[in-house]
């Protein structure tokens, strides 16, 4: 077998026995003051048996792929670095150029992903995984799983400290969505970028309201910042407009005064507009395809090409339109749709697109009830009461809109919602208990406005 070798069956038993006691550890500690650490052995097993999963489809059912040519070129590397560290240190920190090229030869065997940039600074980031694993395709994977848990962890405690009542439907939510659990843990982009879009929001978060650790908590955005334009920008552009206007309006809710709230909160909503976009256009360089200029040309050639013969039915079609903001937005509920939705039950045409359209099709139901049963004013009026379910909403919403209308291809598209999705569940989750809780208020000033009247009625008989 090219990827599995008697190493990983040594490996992963001992990360498995490793892992489980530096947990129970964690957990130990943390349990009396914090109930939600009852969860952190159980997601961090299922993060890791996904990463386990993951290992043996691409080696058995694929026969390779993305993650399996991130591992070979991580067993290059840290072959190279072995023979000589300066060589190894180079090509983590440089361009990959003629020179880095010719250091490599039968001994260390060749990169495969080497002028691409983006795919490149994946294994900049993970190939010192491959060294402490022993070249270990699947020890490498469920390292990566293991470092990147922490993040997602944090995330799924910013919900509990927002709503502890849903603790346990979080836990679902954020830790074990199954097509989460299995795209979201292996040896990809997606595993990083969802890890830096959990350590992001998270500290973000930390940083307004809890107000602890600030050094750490002002890195980890920067850095999951960083590492998103590196790897994948448009996460970051979708990420970053939410944030925006989750500060302005936490910013706003401390206003104690109607007068003042009202008079400067349209201001400070167009200077935050107004300021993301021109940071988008400071950074488009670095955005690349998704910057500003270019995104909705993007959008335009996708679409044309997923009509072409060789998607042999693996693509889909979300309608014509022009490369222009009209002709864009006109686009956006099909996009949406058709990333937080599809694949359909009759779309998918094999196991593990099967797994992802009942998946879908339990979301669109869920979500369709919840649209009937509140309507459009109550869904905005919990939405704006909420910081946090504004932002998880906003940041689905918009990211899934960019994935749908910029992603042509069924099999990609399972992957890269994936950091979309558990904001997403989390939101509805959130939205029935919010929404139950209004519909309690409501009635409780009812009650209490009748026995006023009945008072009334008492006192001043007729």
């Keep these: ?246 500060l302005v309006g936490y910013r706003l809710s401390k206003l104690t005064n109607p007068l003042v709230k009202s008079s400067i909160a349209p201001m400070l909503i167009i200077l935050s507009i107004f300021s993301g976009y021109l940071m988008l256009r400071i950074m488009g360089e670095s955005l690349g395809e998704f910057s500003v200029d270019r995104v909705m040309d993007k959008a335009v050639v996708t679409q044309r090409d997923l009509k072409q013969d060789y998607y042999q039915g693996a693509s889909f079609d979300i309608g014509e339109f022009e490369a222009t903001v009209p002709g864009i937005l006109s686009k956006a509920p099909a996009a949406i749709n058709a990333s937080l939705f599809r694949p359909y039950l009759w779309e998918a045409y094999n196991p593990g697109m099967i797994i992802s359209a009942i998946e879908n099709f339990i979301l669109l139901l869920i979500s369709i009830y919840l649209i009937l049963k509140m309507r459009v004013y109550n869904l905005f009026l919990l939405l704006f009461r909420h910081h946090v379910l504004f932002f998880s909403v906003f940041f689905s919403l918009f990211f899934s809109f960019s994935v749908g209308l910029t992603t042509s291809n069924f099999g990609a598209l399972v992957r890269y919602k994936i950091p979309a999705i558990p904001f997403y569940v989390a939101s509805l989750f959130i939205i029935q208990y919010t929404f139950a809780i209004l519909l309690k208020d409501k009635e409780a000033r009812y009650l209490e406005q009748t026995k006023v009247k009945d008072r009334t009625v008492d006192t001043h008989p007729a």
């Design 1 to 246: 077998m090219q990827y599995l070798s008697f190493i990983d069956l040594i490996i992963p038993p001992l990360y498995l026995v490793f892992f489980f006691f530096v947990a129970n550890n964690i957990r130990s500690k943390n349990i009396e003051l914090d109930p939600s650490y009852r969860f952190f052995i159980w997601g961090l097993f299922a993060k890791l048996i996904g990463a386990i999963a993951i290992c043996l489809v691409y080696s058995f059912y694929y026969g390779g792929g993305d993650t399996t040519n991130y591992y070979l070129d991580g067993v290059c590397v840290s072959k190279l670095f072995l023979k000589n560290p300066h060589e190894g240190l180079r090509y983590s920190f440089n361009s990959f150029d003629t020179e880095m090229w010719c250091s490599f030869d039968t001994s260390t065997g060749w990169p495969i992903y080497t002028f691409d940039e983006k795919t490149t600074n994946v294994v900049r980031l993970t190939w010192i995984l491959s060294l402490i694993s022993f070249n270990s395709f699947i020890g490498q994977t469920m390292l990566l799983g293991f470092i990147s848990y922490f993040f997602i962890f944090r995330l799924f405690k910013m919900f509990c400290y927002e709503f502890p009542a849903l603790e346990n439907k979080f836990a679902f939510s954020v830790l074990f969505v199954p097509s989460v659990i299995f795209w979201g843990s292996g040896l990809l982009k997606d595993s990083i970028t969802f890890a830096c879009v959990a350590g992001f929001t998270s500290s973000f978060h930390h940083l307004l309201k809890i107000r602890k650790k600030i050094f750490v908590n002002i890195l980890i955005p920067v850095v999951s910042g960083f590492l998103l334009i590196l790897i994948k920008p448009y996460i970051f552009f979708a990420l970053l407009p939410g944030t925006i206007l989750w």
